[in-house]
């Protein structure tokens, strides 16, 4: 990816479209999840894979929002 400052439009669009699948996916994600925690025997294993899978997709969402955000210099 290019620096913010070389960013274009276009990079611009695809960073925000790629935010946007990746925050609807976080919350899909969190929505399973707490209909895993509702059923009367929970699928630990799979609950933990969730919640990896959660967290990972954070640390992407915090990533991209870096490259859209530009960095101020105080």
């Known amino acids: 990816m290019q ?3 070389n960013m274009t439009d276009e990079d611009e669009r695809e960073l925000g479209a790629q935010l946007a699948r990746l ?3 976080h919350r899909d ?3 399973a999840i707490d209909a895993l925690h509702q ?4 699928d630990l294993l799979q609950l933990q894979r969730l919640k990896k899978r959660k967290l ?3 640390d992407r ?3 991209v929002e870096d490259q859209i955000t530009p960095d ?3």
């Open 23 to 25: 925050q609807q996916e």
């Open 39 to 42: 059923s009367p025997a929970p």
């Open 3 to 5: 620096d913010s400052d």
């Open 29 to 31: 994600l969190d929505a």
């Open 56 to 58: 990972l997709l954070r």
């Open 72 to 74: 101020i210099i105080a």
């Open 61 to 63: 969402i915090a990533y």
